[in-house]
């Protein structure tokens, strides 16, 4: 079965602090991650995926992720937080084959910004 | 044009009362979800559907169905609700695997 662990419950920075919230995956196979974004009252909008290719992708917002296979990690970064940031952040995986479908969402890490 | 759409967007009930979230896209994907998310921001998958095949989750209660009438709508039927079933539930659709979901704007449900 796949599971997702973020290891930060809530993070707090200031401003223009660097930003790195973790991410572990539990599945055997090959998968396909995910980091979404639910601003306060809104529903969750996708920040970046990896598929394949170049562990690092770039998201929206000037936000990254550097997919380590062998950590199984995904973990976000963005060097430079705006108080526009604050939200909760859900790491996500969808395992592949089979029927291993469905995208399974870590807890979340909520990251207030302070101005 | 919404890509997602859930009606209602808020719902208030009371305990052992029947109700139905609707749930329709207009992207044509395959796939359709229901995700549950608790106070804490907890999100769980609930079902899926796949082209005709509805995957359920087991440790949903079967007071929870699902419909689809089309791969466009897939609605939540909500029998007997009980105090623990508020929450904020979440409608996605997804074309394939792989591709990230596309979520709608939630129904917050509160049974009283």
């Known amino acids: 079965a796949q599971s997702v662990s973020q290891h930060n419950h809530h993070v707090i920075l200031s401003e223009a602090a660097s930003l790195e919230l973790g991410c572990n995956y539990s599945?055997?196979?090959?998968?396909?991650l995910f980091w979404y974004v639910q601003y306060p009252g809104q529903h969750l909008q996708l920040l970046l995926k990896?598929?394949?290719?170049?562990?690092l992708v770039k998201g929206i917002k000037g936000f990254e992720a550097e997919f380590i296979k062998s950590k199984f990690s995904f973990n976000l970064r963005k060097p430079s937080v705006q108080w526009s940031d604050t939200a909760e952040y859900f790491c996500?995986?969808?395992?592949?084959?089979?029927?291993?479908?469905?995208?399974?969402f870590g807890k979340g890490t909520k990251l207030s910004v302070k101005p | 044009d919404t890509a997602v759409s859930q009606t209602p967007k808020y719902l208030v009930t009371q305990m052992g009362n029947d109700k139905s979230i609707k749930c329709e896209q207009n992207?044509?994907?395959?796939?359709m979800y229901w995700y549950k998310q608790d106070s804490k921001k907890f999100l769980k998958i609930m079902f899926s559907?796949?082209?005709?095949?509805?995957?359920i989750n087991e440790t949903v209660p079967n007071r929870f169905s699902p419909k689809s009438p089309d791969k466009a709508h897939l609605n939540l039927h909500i029998n007997s609700l009980e105090l623990g079933d508020s929450a904020v539930y979440f409608c996605?659709?997804?074309?394939?695997?792989?591709?990230?979901?596309?979520f709608g704007q939630g129904t917050r449900l509160t049974v009283v």
């Open positions: 996605a659709s997804s074309q394939g695997v792989g591709t990230g979901a596309f």
């Open positions: 599945y055997g196979g090959t998968v396909n």
């Open positions: 990896y598929f394949s290719g170049d562990p």
């Open positions: 996500a995986v969808m395992g592949l084959g089979g029927s291993q479908g469905n995208l399974i």
């Open positions: 992207l044509g994907h395959d796939t």
């Open positions: 559907y796949n082209n005709k095949e509805l995957i």
